[in-house]
């Protein structure tokens, strides 16, 4: 019976293993992110896995296991106890139906440095602050806390702010 399964990569052999799971036959999905970033000063386009280090294979654990393990690129079959984990086929077409020409696009920006905006959850819900800047490679910001005279700098989750 033919599964997806998660596959771990040795480091930025995500491509490599592909391929050479691909040359066995098998099905593979590597998601991509593209994303705009500024690098050194300049703006850039940068093409990168969506989980680093990770990518799907689909294939009958029976008859697949042994080639799939050895192949160059792979480290391992991701497994929870004894048994490779089966990954939901459902997940795979979630994934490919946001695909945008071959790739996911990463949000843009919605929140410029110095911007006024409001934290929507959390802790510090109500309170008004300043944006500072996204924290490289993950969902949270930096922003300037507002409170009487005083200001101090927190970091919390982008989906907890919002403009004023």
């Not at 066995?24 to 703006?43: S, V, Y």
């Not at 500072?132 to 970091?155: H, N, P």
């Amino acid at each position: 019976m033919l599964h997806w399964y998660a596959i771990s990569t040795k480091p930025h052999q995500e491509r490599l293993a592909e391929a050479n799971l691909q040359k066995l036959g098998l099905e593979t999905f590597c998601p991509l992110l593209k994303e705009h970033r500024i690098i050194r000063r300049k703006p850039q386009t940068t093409v990168n896995p969506l989980f680093p280090g990770y990518m799907f294979a689909r294939f009958n654990l029976d008859s697949h296991y042994r080639a799939v393990m050895y192949a160059r690129g792979v480290r391992r079959v991701v497994s929870f106890g004894p048994e490779p984990a089966i990954v939901d086929a459902g997940m795979i077409e979630a994934i490919k139906s946001r695909l945008h020409e071959g790739y996911l696009l990463a949000p843009v920006q919605q929140f410029k440095p110095g911007q006024l905006v409001r934290i929507l959850n959390g802790p510090l819900h109500g309170l008004e602050a300043v944006f500072e800047k996204t924290m490289t490679g993950s969902q949270r910001a930096v922003i300037l806390l507002r409170a009487l005279s005083y200001q101090a700098r927190a970091v919390v989750d982008l989906r907890h702010i919002a403009n004023l």
